[in-house]
């Protein structure tokens, strides 16, 4: 399998899949990464994302000071594993410069294109909504207007334009605790003008993402298409349970799905995954990929309360895909 417009990352972290396990996945032996009050005021850093950047790491992280409210935080890695945040939360600006700040920001994603990072999350636009800003230092971030009305959330840029436009998916929802919930597709020329929306996926029948589903990390080309991480929730009496799986899109119409798996990938099994600040939570984020060797990090949150991480290789989560695929 031939992976596309990926880096060649040497210093992926990685530890190889433990002898007899046949899981598609497997957890880091370090976890929780991020455990709680990891620096400073901060209380709770979860649902965050990492990419490559000159020989090291660096990322937009969810994280929570005592009041509460959730804001984005850079944050700097050698090795993928331990991060040493910024002290005050990113200052979004307009294009004329003028601060364009919302009351909380969360669930960040993070993707180059074309040299520059573009970061997705939700934000506050009389109620949660998609935000999208632009960086080429993690130090200036220009916020582009907001690219849908309220409500709508989990929003995640392909890593390159198809068709000579960007695409995102997105998850409608409403003005709360979402119950219900599809991915959707739409395109735009320039991050402003957005349209040309389809239906991408919708709920399982599986019990696992039977109440809702939303896309995790940004999508991972590959010859066979693109490999994109999902989460999908299930309603239960004591609450939400939020698991992850995997499906294959077609590159040049990403709305068309060519496989997908009907068993989960992760589910929450461990302490740090199910009991927390939200209990039942494994929510992917962010996903390195060193081209090289197909070797994969992903970063999800567990339980609202760490950034937890799981490995694989590429072809070994496609092989999984095809072979459990509906």
Same mark, same amino acid.
Request: net charge negative.
């Given at each position: 399998?031939?992976?596309?417009?990926?880096?060649?990352?040497?210093?992926?972290?990685?530890?190889?899949?433990?002898?007899?396990?046949?899981?598609?996945?497997?957890? !880091?032996?370090? /976890?929780?990464?991020?455990?709680?009050?990891?620096?400073?005021?901060?209380?709770?850093?979860?649902?965050?994302?990492?990419?490559?950047?000159?020989?090291?790491?660096?990322?937009?992280?969810?994280?929570?000071?005592?009041?509460?409210?959730?804001?984005?935080?850079?944050?700097?890695?050698?090795?993928?594993?331990?991060?040493?945040?910024?002290? *005050?939360?990113?200052?979004?600006?307009?294009?004329?410069?003028?601060?364009?700040?919302?009351?909380?920001?969360?669930?960040?994603?993070?993707?180059?294109?074309?040299?520059?990072?573009?970061?997705?999350?939700?934000?506050? %636009? %009389?109620?949660?909504?998609?935000?999208?800003?632009?960086?080429?230092?993690?130090?200036?971030?220009?916020?582009?207007?907001?690219?849908? +009305?309220? !409500?709508? *959330? &989990?929003?995640?840029?392909?890593?390159?334009?198809?068709?000579?436009?960007?695409?995102?998916?997105? =998850?409608?929802?409403?003005?709360?605790?979402?119950?219900?919930?599809?991915?959707?597709?739409?395109?735009?020329?320039?991050?402003?003008?957005?349209?040309?929306?389809?239906?991408?996926?919708?709920?399982?029948?599986?019990?696992? &993402?039977?109440?809702?589903?939303?896309?995790?990390? /940004?999508?991972?080309?590959?010859?066979?298409?693109?490999?994109? +991480?999902?989460?999908?929730?299930?309603?239960?009496?004591?609450?939400?349970?939020?698991?992850?799986?995997?499906? +294959?899109?077609?590159?040049? *119409?990403?709305?068309?799905?060519?496989? =997908?798996?009907?068993?989960?990938?992760?589910?929450?099994?461990?302490? !740090?995954?199910?009991?927390?600040?939200?209990? /039942?939570?494994?929510?992917?984020?962010?996903?390195?990929?060193?081209? =090289?060797?197909?070797?994969?990090?992903?970063?999800?949150?567990?339980?609202?309360?760490?950034?937890?991480?799981?490995?694989?290789?590429?072809?070994?989560?496609?092989?999984?895909?095809?072979?459990?695929?509906?």
């Amino acid at each position: 399998m031939r992976i596309i417009n990926e880096k060649d990352i040497p210093n992926i972290p990685f530890e190889e899949c433990p002898k007899g396990c046949l899981d598609p996945v497997w957890r !880091y032996s370090g /976890n929780p990464l991020i455990k709680r009050n990891p620096a400073g005021s901060l209380s709770r850093v979860f649902n965050s994302a990492l990419v490559p950047y000159k020989g090291a790491f660096i990322g937009v992280f969810r994280a929570e000071d005592r009041t509460g409210v959730p804001h984005l935080y850079v944050g700097r890695s050698a090795d993928g594993l331990s991060i040493e945040f910024e002290d *005050r939360p990113i200052v979004f600006v307009d294009e004329e410069g003028n601060a364009a700040e919302s009351h909380y920001q969360y669930d960040p994603r993070l993707v180059e294109i074309e040299g520059a990072y573009y970061v997705t999350w939700c934000d506050d %636009f %009389f109620g949660p909504a998609l935000a999208i800003a632009k960086t080429t230092d993690f130090r200036k971030f220009v916020k582009y207007p907001h690219p849908f +009305l309220p !409500y709508n *959330r &989990n929003g995640v840029l392909f890593p390159r334009k198809i068709g000579g436009e960007y695409v995102m998916l997105s =998850r409608p929802s409403d003005s709360g605790h979402t119950a219900f919930g599809d991915i959707f597709l739409s395109k735009s020329p320039d991050l402003i003008h957005w349209g040309e929306n389809e239906h991408v996926m919708e709920r399982g029948w599986e019990w696992w &993402n039977l109440t809702k589903i939303g896309a995790g990390s /940004n999508p991972i080309e590959t010859d066979e298409g693109w490999l994109l +991480l999902f989460h999908g929730v299930t309603n239960t009496c004591n609450g939400f349970v939020y698991s992850f799986s995997g499906a +294959l899109l077609d590159r040049e *119409r990403p709305g068309k799905v060519l496989f =997908r798996c009907r068993d989960y990938l992760l589910t929450p099994e461990k302490d !740090y995954e199910t009991s927390g600040f939200v209990p /039942n939570v494994c929510f992917p984020t962010s996903a390195l990929v060193d081209a =090289r060797t197909g070797r994969m990090a992903i970063y999800y949150g567990s339980a609202d309360t760490y950034t937890s991480l799981c490995f694989s290789y590429v072809d070994r989560l496609v092989g999984f895909i095809k072979e459990r695929s509906r």
